[in-house]
């Protein structure tokens, strides 16, 4: 079983296999409505660890996840395109896709036992593009 986790925009990446450990999709709508209502919301919530860069390479995908969560919403590259793909015994469970997701809250937590830090990457889809949102699934990668 792995993630795929791609974040696409003014500079595109994708978060290293090894470090994604779970991956969680909430359709959100007001807990007060007693009908399906148009208040509805997209949440991903992505958690895993920090590895550091191995093999000379500079590429850390997780700092790049760090210094998206601290773009200003005045900037348009706030809202990025980000893919994950769930692939279990060769089968592609669940690919979900937020076309405009923007970052909600980013956590990172170190300790000094461990020796690895861990991530807390919670994204939201813009509002009014709620409809573009894909889920797809059940079929062979």
């Not at 958690?47 to 997780?62: E, F, Q, V």
């Amino acid at each position: 079983m792995s993630f795929l986790v791609k974040v696409e925009g003014s500079e595109s990446f994708e978060v290293a296999k090894e470090c994604v450990r779970s991956v969680k999709v909430t359709t959100d709508i007001p807990l007060d409505s007693n009908a399906r209502t148009k208040d509805v919301g997209a949440t991903m919530v992505i958690t895993g660890k920090i590895l550091a860069a191995l093999d000379g390479d500079i590429t850390d995908s997780t700092r790049k996840l760090a210094l998206w969560s601290v773009v200003p919403a005045e900037k348009v590259d706030c809202y990025r395109k980000v893919t994950v793909e769930h692939v279990a015994g060769g089968v592609m469970e669940r690919k979900y896709c937020f076309p405009n997701a923007f970052v909600l809250d980013y956590k990172e937590e170190f300790g000094d036992v461990e020796g690895t830090g861990t991530f807390t990457l919670v994204l939201r889809q813009k509002k009014d593009k709620i409809a573009s949102v894909a889920v797809e699934g059940n079929y062979s990668a």
